[in-house]
């Protein structure tokens, strides 16, 4: 094929990441706090098409979105990781100016410091926390 007779791609762009949980409003109302972003969209009861509920919410600044799909099956991941159970599939990284600041917002917003950091970063410079449903997510200066 010649560069003229390849195929476009079509337009695709990244919308949102969703965070499985057990309860929806529980974990959108901490990253609403955490981050200072509000709800933009929710299903109802009338209009579910699957799940025990899904909302969505925006940076007011633009980029990429967070949603959150209470499924009643969900299990915390367990972190540490341990072979056998739920572990993490992903987390947060999330840059901040002032960590000590930003573990104690964290943690009014909601969020509790995770019992085992890592050993290889001093607590100067990062800080695993883990949110309501137990998602870890990390507080680095940066």
């Known amino acids: 094929m ?8 079509p337009v695709i ?12 409003e ?3 109302a901490f990253y609403s706090r955490l981050l200072g972003w509000e ?14 509920g899904w ?3 925006r940076d007011p600044a633009g980029g990429v979105g967070l949603s959150f799909q209470a499924e009643e099956w969900y299990q915390p991941p367990v ?17 901040v100016d002032d960590l000590e600041a ?13 019992p085992l950091q890592p050993q290889d970063r001093g607590r100067d410079e990062l800080r695993v926390m883990l949110d309501p449903a137990g998602h870890p997510f990390c507080l680095f200066v940066g």
């Not at 010649?2 to 791609?9: D, E, G, K, V």
């Not at 762009?13 to 929806?24: E, F, L, P, Q, Y």
């Open 2 to 9: 010649t560069p003229s007779s390849t195929p476009q791609r």
């Open 39 to 52: 709800i933009t969209s929710r299903d109802t009861p009338d209009s579910r098409q699957g799940g025990a």
């Open 13 to 24: 762009r990244w919308g949102a990441v969703c965070i499985d949980c057990a309860d929806a």
């Open 26 to 28: 529980e974990l959108a």
């Open 79 to 95: 972190w540490p990781e341990e072979p056998g159970a739920q572990t993490k599939m992903s987390h947060f990284e999330i840059g």
């Open 55 to 57: 909302i969505l919410m």
């Open 102 to 114: 930003a573990v104690a917002h964290a943690i009014a917003a909601g969020a509790r410091e995770a």
